[in-house]
């Protein structure tokens, strides 16, 4: 690794992130303010990859991705590639990671999760040391595309390490209508040790997701983040700017308060009438407010969201069939929407739009004390090094 002295995601249908419009500096917090100060970078070359995505760290290596693929690439922590493999086959292997992200265990071993193939643990060099068969069948919907915000984490609760993961999934017999989501459990905990899975936490009373109405799925995916030490698990609804906090010091996780976040323009949705939305619909509104990610560092809590779309920015898009002019356009849109990250520190708003490097899309991850994000990826062609960064949190 190098040090450099230097003062941080998409790649969202090949947009990259700039800095947040003229127009929202008055949105600013005038409170203390957060930047990344890089520490490390480490520079991994020779690998040839359309998408090559940093996924995780372990005392010993980096892993990536080669996006959407099957791939897994483990690096050490100089940037050597050491692994580099994929896992084909109904069994033991099969895997897609396209529904949650890579993750380490304690041990180092690397997880993967999707709806359809479960859960499989493997060693840094792709051998098999834990499999769990998904037991929700083949999905009736699941979300789109990929981020790699964390939305799993690895906890351990009484000496056994257990997976925390989004249930990122709709079964037909769930039943669409009101009973849908004051039925609904929307996370997962599988233990690690013997694979049994427990269905957790229910919508919390005074959630607009009891509202009697029906949302899209990506309104009420969760994004969450699990303090060990505090026994608390911090979660918010895409589409809701609510901060929720729970006792999860026991099996079920108690509600124990809430936290408006208030995020200038964020316009949560209202729901509609469940004729009006398809069952396992993603999305009904076009570029709704998201909080795409929650993290935590020391006693301040990150969390990352986008605006919604205004009324005047729509109708810019309206009626503009030429493929490319509306492509431009909605690149430019994304540019405006560019994800924010705001600060939390005791239980109070620092900063709603801390000063972030630039980056590839959804690309920074908190490992330890550590933050890791990588140098934007170039559009549409074909690389062969990738440069990632790791940094920390100093205020100003």
Not at 262 to 280: C, L, M
Request: charged residues 25%; aromatic residues 10%.
């Amino acid at each position: 690794m190098k040090n450099i002295p230097i003062t941080l995601v998409m790649l969202l249908m090949g947009v990259g992130l700039g800095c947040s419009p003229k127009e929202n500096e008055k949105q600013k917090s005038s409170k203390q303010s957060f930047h990344l100060e890089v520490v490390d970078s480490v520079l991994v070359e020779d690998i040839i990859a359309r998408q090559l995505i940093f996924q995780t760290a372990s005392e010993e290596f980096l892993f990536f991705r080669d996006g959407v693929h099957p791939r897994v690439l483990a690096f050490t922590q100089d940037g050597v590639p050491v692994h580099d493999w994929t896992k084909e086959g109904d069994d033991p292997g099969a895997f897609i990671i396209t529904t949650d992200n890579l993750i380490c265990t304690q041990e180092g071993n690397v997880v993967t999760h999707d709806s359809m193939n479960g859960i499989r643990v493997f060693q840094p060099n792709g051998d098999l040391v834990f499999s769990k068969r998904s037991e929700a069948g083949m999905p009736s919907s699941f979300h789109k595309l990929f981020n790699i915000y964390r939305d799993n984490q690895v906890i351990e609760k009484e000496g056994v390490e257990y997976l925390l993961h989004h249930r990122d999934v709709m079964e037909a017999g769930e039943g669409w209508n009101h009973t849908f989501f004051a039925q609904r459990k929307n996370l997962l905990v599988t233990n690690l040790e013997n694979g049994e899975t427990k269905n957790i936490l229910p919508f919390p009373k005074g959630s607009k997701f009891l509202n009697g109405k029906a949302f899209a799925f990506e309104d009420f995916r969760p994004v969450f983040y699990f303090d060990e030490d505090a026994e608390i698990l911090y979660l918010a609804f895409q589409n809701e700017d609510i901060l929720y906090m729970y006792d999860f010091s026991s099996d079920q996780p108690a509600l124990v308060r809430s936290l408006p976040l208030n995020i200038p323009g964020f316009g949560g949705n209202k729901g509609r009438a469940f004729e009006e939305i398809d069952f396992g619909e993603l999305v009904v509104d076009n570029y709704p407010a998201r909080i795409l990610s929650m993290e935590m560092v020391d006693d301040k809590i990150l969390i990352s969201y986008t605006r919604a779309a205004t009324s005047e920015e729509l109708r810019d898009l309206q009626g503009v069939m030429v493929k490319e002019t509306r492509r431009h356009k909605m690149n430019e849109l994304w540019k405006k929407l560019s994800s924010e990250v705001m600060v939390l520190r005791d239980e109070e708003v620092v900063t709603y739009q801390m000063e972030m490097p630039d980056m590839a899309f959804n690309s920074f991850r908190v490992i330890g004390e550590d933050i890791w994000f990588m140098k934007p990826l170039r559009e549409e062609v074909e690389q062969e090094d990738f440069l990632v960064y790791k940094a920390r949190l100093v205020e100003k």
